[in-house]
DNA sequence: AGTAATAGTTGT
DNA sequence: ACAACTATTACT
């Protein structure tokens, strides 16, 4: 019985439209009084991805005008183990982005993070005080990110193989156990790529990060009935040769490999 | 049955 | 030594 947040299991796809999941508990973003509102209610003020002057309309957000090259799932997934230095000036990057809407809490009780192992230096709550920083990334406080994605894979359910193969590109295990098991992020050494992965998805917008996680793992079953992951005569290696910009959503690239 | 967690092992 | 993978087990 180590079950955690009373979970409404009421949504099978990782759509971000929810209807509305009202009567879900207290995870709901309160304030999605609109339609949309529950689409950015979720992002925790979403830092307007650092764009000077143009302002982003609604109607063009379909452009990521601000970063397009960092992403994990549209990098192939095969070499990513020497990360270059992420594009600068992105992310502010802040303590711990406690959501001013408040949908903390989605558990109810405490932590489960308690026992034991954290050595973490209280770094969290450093949400006051303009924290701000834009700039680079700093260190990335392990503990609240890996909470923060159980919390948000369980909001979707979204099982940890689609989000760790998807986005992380690691396998489940490993996902689980970094989530269970966060390493502070001063004696983390290469597993910083990881969690700056899982960083970057919590920073992005709902239909981005979806994006994400179907880019990859497009796996329709029967559905429309036309897909071409069916049979995949073995694509090989190689095969993803996608476009390098797509207009609108990138639709499906190819079958997924694996 | 599906998903999460753990163990044990391997590669860098 | 760290990070990650695979396989296995446990739990829902």
Not at 104 to 121: D, I, V
């Amino acid at each position: 019985m180590r079950d955690e947040r009373g979970l409404a299991p009421m949504n099978n796809l990782y759509a971000p439209y929810h209807k509305d999941v009202a009567g879900m508990g207290q995870s709901l973003s309160p304030l999605s009084g609109s339609g949309l509102g529950s689409v950015h209610g979720s992002q925790q003020a979403l830092p307007h991805y650092a764009h000077p002057g143009a302002a982003m309309p609604a109607d063009k957000m379909l452009t990521p005008t601000g970063f397009e090259a960092p992403h994990p799932a549209m990098l192939g997934r095969h070499g990513e183990q020497h990360l270059s230095a992420p594009p600068a000036g992105m992310v502010p990057l802040g303590g711990i982005p406690h959501p001013p809407h408040g949908h903390l809490g989605a558990q109810g009780h405490g932590q489960l993070l308690g026992p034991g192992r954290e050595q973490n230096p209280a770094v969290a709550g450093s949400q006051a005080g303009g924290g701000s920083n834009s700039g680079q990334m700093e260190e990335i406080n392990t503990k609240e990110v890996a909470q923060r994605i159980t919390t948000e894979l369980k909001r979707y359910s979204i099982p940890q193989a689609i989000f760790a193969q998807r986005v992380l590109c690691r396998s489940q295990g490993t996902l689980s156990d970094l989530l269970r098991n966060p390493k502070p992020w001063s004696k983390l050494k290469s597993g910083r790529e990881t969690f700056r992965r899982m960083w970057k998805w919590l920073q992005e917008p709902e239909f981005q990060r979806m994006s994400a996680l179907r880019l990859a793992g497009e796996r329709s079953r029967g559905g429309t009935g036309r897909d071409g992951t069916g049979p995949a005569p073995a694509p090989g290696r190689a095969g993803v040769a996608r476009a390098p910009r797509s207009r609108a959503v990138p639709a499906k690239p190819a079958g997924l490999p694996s």
